[in-house]
DNA sequence: TATTGTTATACTCTATAACTATA
DNA sequence: TATAGTTATAGAGTATAACAATA
């Protein structure tokens, strides 16, 4: 095994000119892929559109999951937390819970030691939406990892989050 | 070696209620980190940041550098070409190569073969810049990569392709 | 007919300032 | 004085339809 056409890139070295002729267009794409920034972006975007389509038939977009889960595994936390693990500004989760409460998948509860913030929520229906969509992730993870082995599948994840860790702890 | 806490997830099941108390909110983030595409945006966020800040000087963003990279690579390509190869919309990177062109990095050539088309190139400012950018580019890249073995960081790199490969081909 | 570049446009995502009510 | 939620708003990023020139 491991024989494939593997783009490398030497290491602080993106550069390339072999006649690599990837992708559909005949385009020389190894100028670009040996830079984590782009390989990252493309591996998300195949993955996103993954997501969408099969997440179509629940009406959810991948960061609306993304809110339910984190409030499911931390009931009674407040917007600002929620919103800070999503990596969203605190404005824009604002919408968002206003959707998720209006389809009637969480509740704002008022909290009672600070009655400036809002204790979240899933109601009965939020339960059972996750419960349908933990299914629907589960394939759609076994699909995209498809092509990896169960160890290179959680060798990838340890390498993304000592990246990300790396990076968000020292701040440069 | 190998000994941190690292969140891993069984495979399709992405789900977990342990008191992880991670990041600064000392919320469970445990939800998301066995899910591919919130741990690849989470990890692709640490990246822009570095990424932006380091070619703020060179008034520079992600997706400009990848264009000057790609007409580098594949000189004489054609608009949709190379807006193909970054997976933006034709029309939108009409406005980015106006940009670059007044700029003076890029120049479209009307092309003998095909006079609807414009064969694109860099100026000699644009080749200037680009070596600059591949300076910066190369410090980027080991930044990021610091926490990572350089087999670690070739593993990664292998994988994430293999993943966008495998599902850009085969259309579920 | 089909394709290249283009314009116009709309929709999402993201980011900031400023307000209110609480603390 | 500071913080949680909110409003308004502006800027990116992204997507589609339609047109002129060319094939």
Redesign the interface.
């Known amino acids: 095994m491991m024989t494939?056409s593997?783009?490398?890139?030497p290491?602080?070295?993106?550069?390339?000119?072999e006649p690599d002729a990837a992708?559909?267009?005949?385009?020389?794409?190894?100028?670009?892929?040996?830079?984590?920034?782009?390989?990252?972006?493309?591996?998300?975007?195949?993955?996103?559109?993954?997501?969408i389509?099969r997440f179509d038939p629940l009406d959810l977009r991948?960061i609306q999951l993304?809110a339910l889960?984190?409030i499911?595994?931390?009931p009674g936390?407040r917007q600002s937390?929620?919103a800070?693990?999503l990596?969203i500004q605190r404005p824009n989760f604002v919408t968002m819970m206003d959707e998720l409460d209006r389809r009637g998948f969480t509740q704002r509860t008022t909290s009672n030691n600070d009655r400036r913030s809002y204790a979240l929520g899933l109601t009965p229906q939020g339960e059972a939406l996750v419960t349908k969509a933990?299914q629907l992730?589960?394939?759609h993870?076994?699909?995209?990892?498809?092509?990896?082995e169960?160890a290179?599948?959680?060798?990838?994840?340890?390498?993304?989050?000592?990246?990300?860790?790396?990076?968000?702890s020292g701040g440069?």
Do not use: C, W
């Not at 593997?6 to 890139?9: H, S, V």
């Not at 290491?11 to 000119?17: C, G, I, Q, T």
């Not at 290179?152 to 968000?168: D, T, W």
């Open positions: 494939r593997e783009p490398q890139g290491f602080p070295s993106p550069d390339k000119a992708a559909s267009t005949g385009l020389n794409q190894g100028a670009l892929d040996s830079i984590l920034l782009f390989t990252l972006r493309k591996t998300q975007a195949v993955i996103m559109h993954d997501f389509s991948p993304g889960l984190l499911r595994s931390n936390s937390d929620i800070a693990a990596g933990l992730l589960a394939e993870e076994t699909y995209v990892s498809a092509t990896l169960p290179e599948r959680r060798q990838l994840f340890v390498n993304l989050h000592r990246i990300e860790s790396g990076l968000s440069r």
